[in-house]
Structures are given as structure tokens and as C-alpha cells.
């Protein structure tokens, strides 16, 4: 019924800046948290950024300042803008939506692969 799909990832050398975008399949008429999470090999997911329903956000203090979350609900979209990218930023980022209101409202988008090194 939700779909997530990513795309924004690549290559990039540090100090790069790089924008990941996640568009929603359905417009989701409860409020819902969106976040961006990020796993890199042998490690745990790690949360990176979230914003509730009232544009609230959090970061993770690894990529405060560096990162930005935001949205464009005209297009059903999250972007996650990163600047500053250092090589401990890569990873594969995931884009999920989810809700507390409503426990069955946990969606993942499939990945994206950013990878920062010269």
C-alpha cells in the first residue's frame, strides 16, 4: 500500500555534499514520523535524522550541522541533505515512515548506497 522509493546516492570525495530524496507512493492522512537511517557493514542501523508530523527534527550528533532533513509535501517527498561528507558517512541510507498512532504504519524504503572517499 506504501511504497518507498530512494534514489540520490553515489560517489563522492570529502567535504562533498551529496542529496538523498525518498518519494512516498501514498499520501498518509495520520501524522507520521519520517526518518533517515543508515547501516554500514558489520555495524548497527543507526538513526541519523527524524522529523515528526509539526516539522520537528532530530539528528544524530555524528552528522549535526552537517545534515539536513526536510520535505516537500506537494511532492510527497523527504530529502536528506548532507554537506561536509566525511568517509565515516558511508553507508547504506534508508528512508522509513512510521507512526505512533497507528502501530501498523512501519514502511522501509529498499536503500541507497553513498560512498565518500577520495
Known amino acids: 500500500q506504501v511504497q518507498l522509493a530512494e534514489s540520490g546516492g553515489g560517489l563522492v570525495q570529502p567535504g562533498g555534499s551529496l542529496r538523498l530524496s525518498c518519494v512516498i507512493s501514498?499520501?498518509?492522512?495520520?501524522?507520521?514520523?519520517v526518518d533517515w537511517w543508515r547501516q554500514a557493514p558489520g555495524k548497527q542501523r543507526e538513526l541519523v535524522a527524524s522529523?515528526?508530523?509539526?516539522?520537528?527534527?532530530n539528528y544524530a550528533d555524528s552528522v549535526k550541522g552537517r545534515f539536513a532533513i526536510s520535505r516537500d509535501n506537494a511532492k510527497n517527498t523527504v530529502y536528506l541533505q548532507m554537506d561536509s561528507l566525511k568517509p565515516e558517512d558511508t553507508a547504506v541510507y534508508y528512508c522509513r515512515v512510521h507512526s505512533t498512532l497507528v502501530p501498523g504504519l512501519d514502511y522501509w524504503g529498499q536503500g541507497t548506497q553513498v560512498t565518500v572517499s577520495s
Open positions: 522529523m515528526n508530523a509539526a516539522g520537528r527534527t
Open positions: 501514498t499520501t498518509i492522512f495520520s501524522p507520521y514520523f
